[in-house]
């Protein structure tokens, strides 16, 4: 069955350093690939996109990779801050099995001390 | 722009109960997905409407169904309540095409979910 993994434990960073998210996905080809942030007692909020034919995606701080060989994708926050802090969703679509549903991992939890 | 607002935010049911829990989609977006997201985990997608019809549904039993109204908002409806139904339900509109492709990449827009507790 598809199954899409995230950092399982939370990541602790120190203000001002690059943190860096992981997602790992099997029996699954994705067209598009999504990441989401998403704050205690919110729902999830849209960050990025990236798609299968792109290797990188920036938006100022963040940056997303997208490799499908190796069926994995990194998110990576820069100069991060501690109002980075908070749960970070990645989100797989576009496979043909799986008409137009988004399938989201279990998140990773980001915490980042001053 | 209105973003999308959810109905109630928290909900006590009793095991074997019914319940609607409703949506108001963002303006000008045309499709909802509901989602179902228990404690430390990732948001399980239960089925999304297009123009007013089920356009996927994900691994969950017909006691889980949906409405979408000609003005784009939604309901979930879950019969014959069980302790498991326990989670944050989570609705998100997009803008989509109407086409299949058009439906993978739509960023999503959540609303802040019903808490629905079934004791």
């Known amino acids: 069955s598809q199954k899409i993994e995230q950092n399982s434990e939370a990541l602790n960073i120190q203000e001002g350093k690059t943190a860096t998210l992981t997602c790992n996905y099997t029996?699954?080809?994705?067209?598009?690939l999504q990441w989401y942030r998403q704050d205690p007692g919110r729902g999830p909020v849209f960050l990025l996109l990236?798609?299968?034919?792109?290797k990188e995606k920036r938006k100022e701080r963040l940056k997303v990779t997208f490799d499908t060989t190796l069926k994995q994708s990194l998110f990576h926050i820069t100069a991060s801050q501690p109002a980075d802090s908070a749960t970070y969703l990645c989100?797989?679509?576009?496979?043909?099995?799986?008409?137009?549903?988004?399938?989201f991992g279990s998140g990773t939890r980001l915490s980042i001390r001053p | 722009e209105t973003g999308v607002t959810q109905s109630p935010t928290h909900l006590i049911k009793t095991r074997g109960q019914q319940v609607t829990l409703r949506c108001s989609s963002q303006?000008?977006?045309?499709?909802v997905s509901w989602y179902q997201q228990a404690l430390g985990q990732g948001p399980q997608f239960i089925f999304q409407?297009?123009?007013?019809?089920?356009?996927g549904r994900g691994n969950f039993p017909p006691r889980f169904s949906g409405l979408q109204f000609p003005n784009y908002s939604s309901e979930l409806n879950v019969n014959a309540l069980e302790l498991d139904d326990s989670a944050l339900y989570l609705c998100?509109?997009?803008?989509?095409?109407?086409?299949?492709?058009?439906?993978?990449?739509?960023?999503?827009?959540f609303g802040n979910g019903t808490r629905l507790t079934v004791t």
């Open positions: 409407y297009y123009r007013e019809e089920e356009n």
């Open positions: 989100a797989l679509s576009g496979s043909r099995s799986s008409a137009s549903k988004i399938i």
């Open positions: 303006s000008g977006h045309n499709t």
């Open positions: 998100a509109s997009s803008l989509d095409g109407g086409t299949v492709r058009r439906s993978y990449n739509s960023p999503l827009h």
């Open positions: 029996n699954y080809s994705p067209a598009y």
């Open positions: 990236i798609r299968e034919n792109e």
